[in-house]
RNA sequence: GCUGAAGUGGUGGAAUUGGUAGACACGUUGGACUUAAAAUCCAAUGGGCAUUAGCCCGUGCGGGUUCAAGUCCCGCCUUCAGUACCA
């Protein structure tokens, strides 16, 4: 019988769906386990080989834990709302529901053919409405909370109500807005709803607010800062402008002292943890007010060095900041405003790009010193960000490099403020063995001591504290899309109002087109059936809007992330339809043990979901505060592309060429001048004319020159003198002499080439490549002498777009499922980026064949119950031992070599031991599972193999009675000697130095030394 | 600039507490089987000198600790990833 991969692995994928193996109970005798991927968004292109990379290792581990006893839930879902469905129903029309239906089935059945062990029962998709109603829910219950510092945690927004009622909000300490304002009981009382309401807003978890928000026009939507990538959007490229827009926002920023704190108590990467560390950038310092002369206004800024308070010898706001101008003077006006207008029209990109250019104007103002009262020059510089502390820094050019070289710039003085420290080098300077000078009562004190004192002194003039700032902003919350999760929100007098969670899920309307309105409204303007009845609870035509009992509904949707904030948690209890999930099911799994995802979603969707679930925590919905105990960033599969190289014009050189102009006839070209002809025909140079190229440029002389080294062969003659010919006449033209002299001179640009046209050899199939494309239809290629065309070879992250994709299909096709598991595998350490080669997948494609062969012969299965020899026992164990461990530390690749040394030992052996290959077949099915359900199978047994135990291993197998000494000397290696484990040092110096070879090597010379490691190793030093 | 990770054969990568560097594969070369190819099997494969033994060099670079360093310490270089006028 031979190993019919594709037959077995059908089968046996058949068995698992039909007999329902891998589905998880909610409640068990076992211990549990739960292990989650980080759910996929179903693209149109389908899978590629670096997807399933995590789900494989995810995979082995579930199926692992469950032969080792557990109570095991593995599920997997579909993050299904997003952008590209979006994009492509406006361009088709197609409904994104279909889209998404077709890319699910893809996707699907993609991932049943790697043969997951996953709880399909428990799937979920983001965009069905029994999911995205939960999703509505938890927004209503961020609307309804408040964040208290007093009990540091959410509460419902009615405690707050009673304590307004009560005592106003002078006691209140809250996370809230920067500008709510003092009220008292009474004051309170006598608001009407909507001011209540107004007031409220300012307190909510989730809050509508006029934000600055990052404005992609191309896109029509707002993207959230981990959205764009160097000042473009990450989708697409696009460029984002700032605006001013009313959104909902996610107060996150109440969280982050916990979000920083928790970190502490989870394993996830160290690489993970301080990129959260870094996006929530705590900084401890004091807030410090000035007041400015002339004004009643006063600056408040925040710095991390209030012990540097005497060196402040200016000041700087943003050039947005609000202050600006009310306090510049008359004389100063025109310059500011050029000024801001010119910062307005630089975006985010310029002013990154730019970072050396010190810019900035004089306001004309002047604050005061809060313990000098010397004057302080007011500046505007857009170094200073207004989306950062307070839009404001106190300049102590002494003490920071960018305050010292603005300083320097606009020749403002700078006072030294520490002893015995050069100005020039005052910013460098190490703050913790300074000492501060010049600066009244701080004068003598060390940083520390000066930063408390500073501070003191600041709280008793009223004009400060220390004060902690953290970089992490409020999320907005709005999308003005389609394809997300729709509010449960309605508008009555412009104020929004919830609607009542029993009335959910409040599903999408259908609209005409999916582009924003005319009026510039988000796409759900476009829907006529969506307004809110109050009366009969019920989504109803626009038209029959009365501000009585109907009113509009919110016309935006919730970003990506809403979705994948909280579905951990539904995986628990998937279909109940009375709560997100119900508490038993919460209890009893808790949290998940093991979470492995991209490192990309570091600080978005890893911020954002530990944000709701601490939330939904106090809330007393989940009964534990972070949802990952355990967390691995699988590294990406690398994809190797093909470039050619597309000449966009030719240099040519020569004395005697005449170049057609248009209109103009031919026109001789001037001696020794050099024409660069344009060339129109799609011309591709071979990879190796690159390297023509690359030696003449690293030769560093004069390309013309080198080029007459060089003899330019026929082959590539003929095709650039069909290129060139029809621009340049040919009556008095010696074409091989001309060619000689023309070059590629950097006029070569790189163009992907779909990795399928390209052979191993890296010679490209120039008729596939052809045919690709119609702009390629007369491409002209200038080969290699035996006219084959070479590819650049570049290895960069896999991606449709760089057409360097490998399909998960075709290698199940022709190796199978097991296979490319092992294979995913055996590339190399989980975490680490790897790129793929196909043909390396011989190797254990190879293996299994070996594996088959072990247990069957023509005539079927060959194991007997013969009694193991002690070899046999031996290969066995030490194999348990070392794949256990492996597993453990989630070293994969380590393992699959580990069973490969057990199968051709094995092999070896000629073993045939049942009491061998069964346990073999046990430790191996996590990685291979479907060969080893089929040998298990062959063994007599009807269940899946997944009910067995994990072999146990035994160490009295490994006891060993000799050790193969290696003999070095002088710490080198030089020959190996058998000798008995219980010897004593004594003996086995005896018996080394007695030998023959030993003594080759000392060549009579006494050894200084003999170091014996019993067990380990011997060195002779002479 | 800062933070994090990593530099080992032609390639992917092993070496778990300092103890035989290059496991296991891919690739390459030679051989067997075959009319031939594929598949399979066997052998060799870090570099150099010798081709029998043997010797020298070798884990990014320069130092150091140690009987012994890919592994530990000090100082650099390079690559990748993240992040940045963060006051």
């Not at 394993?267 to 401890?284: F, H, M, P, V, Y």
């Amino acid at each position: 019988m031979i190993y019919k991969f594709n037959e077995i692995e059908a089968k046996w994928q058949n068995f698992w769906a039909e007999n329902q193996t891998f589905r998880a109970e909610n409640n068990s005798e076992k211990p549990k386990y739960y292990v989650l991927d980080m759910f996929p968004y179903p693209s149109g292109a389908g899978l590629h080989v670096g997807h399933p990379l995590g789900y494989i290792a995810s995979d082995i581990y579930a199926r692992y834990k469950r032969h080792k006893g557990f109570n095991v839930l593995h599920p997997q879902g579909y993050d299904s709302f997003g952008l590209p469905a979006e994009q492509y129903a406006i361009q088709t029309g197609q409904h994104p529901a279909v889209t998404t239906e077709t890319n699910i089935k893809t996707y699907r059945r993609q991932l049943d053919q790697i043969g997951f062990s996953f709880d399909w029962s428990r799937e979920v998709r983001t965009s069905n409405p029994e999911y995205y109603k939960w999703t509505q829910w938890i927004f209503i219950q961020l609307f309804e909370s408040w964040y208290n510092l007093d009990s540091d945690k959410a509460e419902s927004i009615s405690t707050l109500v009673a304590l307004f009622e009560a005592e106003g909000n002078s006691k209140v300490n809250a996370v809230c807005d920067d500008a709510v304002s003092q009220f008292t009981a009474e004051e309170w009382n006598a608001l009407d709803e909507k001011q209540q309401q107004e007031v409220l807003l300012q307190y909510r978890l989730t809050y509508l607010a006029e934000t600055e928000v990052n404005w992609c026009p191309a896109l029509g939507t707002v993207l959230a800062n981990d959205e764009i990538v160097n000042g473009v959007s990450e989708r697409g490229g696009h460029p984002v402008v700032r605006k001013k827009m009313t959104q909902w926002s996610m107060r996150i920023s109440a969280y982050a002292e916990r979000l920083l704190q928790g970190l502490n108590t989870i394993d996830w990467t160290d690489a993970l943890k301080e990129s959260q560390r870094n996006w929530i950038g705590k900084s401890e310092g004091a807030s410090v007010t000035f007041n400015v002369e002339g004004h009643d206004a006063v600056i408040d800024v925040f710095t991390t060095r209030p012990d540097t308070i005497f060196g402040v010898s200016f000041m700087t706001l943003a050039p947005e900041h609000d202050l600006v101008m009310q306090i510049t003077t008359e004389d100063q006006k025109a310059d500011v405003e050029a000024y801001i207008q010119a910062t307005a029209k630089r975006s985010e990109r310029d002013r990154m790009a730019d970072v050396k250019t010190i810019s900035g104007v004089f306001t004309g103002a002047y604050a005061q010193h809060p313990f000098s009262k010397e004057p302080i020059p007011i500046w505007i510089g857009d170094y200073v960000l207004a989306g950062y502390g307070t839009g404001a820094v106190m300049a102590v050019p002494c003490g920071d490099q960018r305050d010292y070289d603005f300083a320097k710039h606009f020749d403002i003085n700078i006072p030294n403020i520490f002893e015995g420290v050069d100005i020039s080098e005052a910013a460098f300077a190490d703050k913790a063995t300074t000492v501060i000078a010049n600066s009244d009562f701080l004068n003598g004190l060390n940083y520390k001591k000066a930063t408390k004192r500073a501070i003191y002194e600041l709280e008793q003039i009223g004009q400060g504290e220390g004060k902690t700032n953290y970089r992490l902003r409020d999320a907005v919350f709005s999308r003005q899309r389609y394809w997300g999760e729709p509010f449960p929100v309605y508008y009555v007098n412009g104020m929004p109002k919830m609607i009542d969670a029993q009335h959910l899920p409040i599903q999408l309307p259908e609209v005409e087109k999916y582009l924003p309105t005319e009026t510039g409204e988000p796409p759900l303007g476009n829907a006529s059936v969506w307004a809110w009845n109050t009366e009969t609870n019920q989504v109803v035509a626009n038209e029959n809007i009365d501000n009585q009992t109907v009113f509009p509904l919110e016309l935006n949707t919730m970003p990506g992330w809403a979705g994948s904030s909280w579905y951990f948690n539904r995986y628990m209890d998937a279909h109940n339809t009375g709560a997100f999930a119900s508490q038993e099911a919460l209890n009893y799994w808790k949290e998940v043990d093991l979470y492995i995802g991209g490192s990309e979603h570091a600080t978005g969707h890893l911020l954002y979901a530990r944000f709701w679930q601490k939330f939904l925590f106090d809330r007393g919905v989940v009964p534990v505060d972070e949802f990952a105990k355990k967390l691995i960033n699988q590294g990406m599969i690398l994809g190797t592309s093909a470039f050619v190289h597309r000449v966009a014009s030719v240099n040519v050189h020569s004395k005697n060429v005449q170049v057609k102009n248009p209109g103009k006839g031919f026109t001789p070209l001037a001696d020794k001048f050099i024409k660069s002809i344009k060339i129109n025909k799609q011309l591709f140079f071979t990879n190796s004319m690159l390297n023509l190229k690359r030696y003449c440029d690293s030769k560093g002389v004069s390309k013309e020159a080198t080029l007459r080294d060089f003899d330019i062969q026929e082959e590539y003659s003929n095709l650039i003198k069909n290129s060139i010919e029809p621009f340049v006449s040919s009556e008095d033209l010696d074409f091989l002499d001309t060619l000689k002299y023309a070059l590629v001179l950097g006029s070569t640009s790189p163009i992907h080439a779909d990795v399928s046209f390209v052979n191993s050899s890296d010679e490209l199939d120039m008729e596939a490549f052809k045919n690709w494309r119609a702009e390629y239809k007369d491409a002209v290629f200038v080969t290699e002498e035996n006219e084959v065309y070479k590819v650049g070879r570049e290895v960069e992250k896999m991606s449709k777009s760089k057409y360097n994709v490998v399909n998960p299909d075709n290698i199940c096709a022709e190796y199978g499922a097991d296979s490319l598991r092992l294979y995913e595998m055996f590339l190399g350490p989980l975490e680490q980026a790897k790129p793929w080669n196909t043909a390396g997948i011989t190797g254990v494609h190879g293996f299994l064949k070996k594996l088959w062969k072990l247990y069957m012969t023509e005539n079927g299965c060959a194991v007997t119950d013969a009694e193991p020899t002690k070899d046999n026992l031996k290969t066995l164990h030490k194999t348990i031992k070392k794949v256990e461990e492996d597993i453990d530390n989630f070293s994969f690749n380590t393992s699959v070599s580990t069973f490969m040394i057990a199968v051709n030992e094995l092999t070896a052996q000629k073993c045939k031991s049942k009491a061998i290959l069964e346990p073999l077949l046990v430790l191996l099915s996590p990685y291979a599972p479907h060969i080893c359900e089929e040998l298990h199978s062959q063994l007599g047994y009807d269940s899946s193999i997944s009910t067995k135990a994990f072999p146990v291993f035994e160490a009295s197998h490994l006891v060993e009675s000799s050790k193969n000494y290696p003999i070095s000397f002088n710490g080198k290696m030089r020959f190996t000697l058998e000798l008995p484990l219980d010897m004593s040092k004594d003996d086995i110096e005896a018996a080394v130095m007695a030998h023959e070879k030993t003594q080759a090597q000392l060549q009579g010379r006494t050894p200084k030394k003999v170091i014996v490691v019993p067990g380990k190793i011997i060195n002779i030093v002479g």
